[in-house]
């Protein structure tokens, strides 16, 4: 009799959670599949909307203007690929194997891009190296405003992504083969490369994807800092907004579409070979002090966390000057946004908006999709179609996915239309578009969770939203507030997902730093991307305090 109750009650509990489920695909097929869809429609169509084939395609192939683009994205995404990996890799070293201070100063000033807007740095090697830079003399002749320019901001751009990757691949070692290594008397050399590299080839690779996918994909720098070397990128944006060209466009978003989502799906086949570094037996990785090279490493750090902090304080120093370089009286004049062709402070504030409701329905909207998807049982084709649907978000660029949001959004056809040019949409793009990595953290705390917990709570006849309250969320905690910061922060420096959307009272700050640019207003757009770093900086800092005394009470499970 307890057993059938218990049935019943497991049957109830997973229709309620197919309904969730359901909802969720929903969403992500209005929000990822359907707007894919109309701009691969889009792409055959001529301006009138009849179809005509291949003929954009072929217009595009032989115009060479445009595919010289593809040579220009894959050059700047490879060079930006070797260099970024190459410094993260160093960086991580000394951060993970050397005994040398400050390494948490260093890992702090190394994770400080994520919180800027990847227009910024751009705008500091204009006041560094332009046509009046501070610092010209040092290019020796060679100009900034190209690839030069492009793969010094993608670098400082996807630096902190490489870190953290290759720091965690670096992190988990077992010093038991270093030991054995020594004893065999095998030089340091031969051990970095028959110890230390395999050990960590599987996050150089998945660091290597990352960074070359960011780098295709990203708009801001090229548009700042490229002049005329055109990528694929700029390339649809003047298509779209120069042109008023949107079939042009879409084929070109397509044919970014494709390597981005080739590098994310390789990725994603070599994380499935990795296999376990450590076993139950593993003995953790203790670096020893050694004087010269913990000295090298120091220094090298510090070359690092001036070539950050440097971008920072041009930026700085450039929001803060009157006029450079005829006026370099300090003061707040640049920041007189509502004085400016970019939006005024309303777009700072629209900004903190789609933060905020960023951060909350998306963390409600992936931890519910994780659960489902991780803790659900049964209905596998439901869940396969999910996790499909999850993880494609991260092979689609931020331009695409807007772009396709015009189509489909704004088809006459389309009772959802009314979203068009509000927060709405801003919001719903924002958190599709950077779903992917969210989910998979929740995944990943989910799993460190027995399904145990379900089983003795459905014996004792308690309904899952009930366990799903006292002891999922609970024990989960860390997770969804780290889901919750990665949202608030990418939804402040977010453009391409955000660049075709915004209306005249939705104005968002990235945009306006965009706008001002393009304006020739410089300093005030560095003034507006430094308000953004200071905004994603001081929430980081109160997001860590405010959790603190939270996660004292939810985790003391933890400390034995």
């Known amino acids: 009799m307890t057993m059938e109750i218990v049935k019943a009650k497991t049957s109830r509990d997973d229709k309620q959670m197919l309904g969730f489920m359901l909802i969720i695909v929903c969403y992500l097929v209005v929000a990822l599949a359907l707007p894919l869809y109309a701009i691969l429609s889009k792409s055959f169509k001529n301006h009138d909307g009849d179809f005509i084939g291949f003929a954009n395609y072929l217009e595009y192939f032989s115009t060479p203007a445009l595919t010289y683009s593809i040579q220009n994205s894959l050059t700047i995404s490879i060079l930006t690929m070797v260099i970024s990996v190459t410094v993260a890799f160093i960086l991580a070293y000394a951060l ?326 509000t927060m709405g949409i801003l919001v719903i793009s924002t958190v599709t578009h950077f779903y992917t990595v969210s989910h998979l953290t929740a995944i990943t705390a989910l799993k460190q969770m027995d399904r145990e917990f379900e089983s003795v709570a459905a014996s004792l006849k308690a309904p899952f939203h009930r366990t799903f309250r006292k002891i999922t969320v609970p024990v989960c905690l860390p997770a969804i507030l780290d889901i919750s910061i990665y949202l608030f922060v990418n939804a402040m420096t977010t453009v391409s997902a955000v660049v075709f959307l915004y209306g005249p009272h939705t104005n968002l700050a990235s945009v306006a730093v965009l706008n001002m640019d393009d304006a020739g207003d410089i300093a005030p757009a560095a003034a507006m991307g430094m308000m953004i770093f200071y905004t994603n900086a001081v929430v980081r800092i109160l997001h860590g305090f405010l959790t603190r005394g939270v996660l004292k009470k939810t985790q003391l499970w933890r400390i034995r």
């Not at 990528?231 to 070109?252: C, H, P």
Request: some cysteine.
């Open 96 to 421: 993970n194997r050397s005994c040398m201070r400050f390494k948490s100063v260093f890992k702090v000033i190394a994770l400080v891009p994520i919180l800027v807007p990847s227009l910024l740095p751009g705008i500091a090697l204009v006041y560094l190296f332009g046509q009046q830079g501070m610092i010209k003399s040092l290019l020796m002749g060679y100009e900034i405003y190209g690839p030069i320019g492009i793969v010094i901001s993608e670098v400082f751009f996807t630096l902190p992504h490489a870190l953290i990757i290759i720091t965690t691949a670096l992190s988990i070692a077992d010093s038991r083969l270093y030991e054995a290594a020594d004893s065999l008397k095998t030089s340091k050399i031969k051990t970095f490369f028959t110890v230390t590299l395999p050990g960590a080839r599987y996050g150089l690779i998945s660091a290597a994807f990352v960074v070359f996918t960011l780098t295709i994909t990203d708009f801001g720098a090229p548009k700042v800092i490229g002049g005329g070397y055109n990528v694929l990128a700029t390339d649809i944006y003047k298509q779209v907004v120069g042109q008023q060209n949107f079939e042009m466009g879409a084929v070109v978003s397509l044919v970014l579409l494709l390597p981005a989502a080739v590098a994310f799906f390789v990725d994603r086949l070599v994380q499935r070979k990795q296999v376990a570094v450590l076993s139950a037996k593993a003995v953790a990785l203790e670096p020893k002090p050694n004087k010269a090279f913990d000295l090298v490493m120091l220094g090298y750090c510090l070359l690092v966390a001036v070539f950050i902090l440097g971008i920072l304080f041009t930026c700085q120093y450039a929001a803060l000057v009157e006029f450079y370089p005829y006026n370099l009286t300090l003061g707040f004049t640049n920041y007189q946004f509502d004085l400016m062709d970019g939006g005024g402070w309303d777009s700072f504030y629209n900004s903190l908006e789609l933060a905020s409701w960023t951060a909350v329905i998306g963390t409600i909207m992936v931890f519910l999709g994780a659960y489902m998807v991780e803790k659900g049982k049964g209905f596998n084709m439901g869940r396969g179609l999910f996790q499909f649907l999850a993880m494609l978000p991260m092979a689609v660029p931020g331009l695409v996915l807007g772009l396709a949001y015009i189509f489909f959004f704004n088809s006459p056809n389309n009772p959802l239309g009314f979203l068009y040019h």
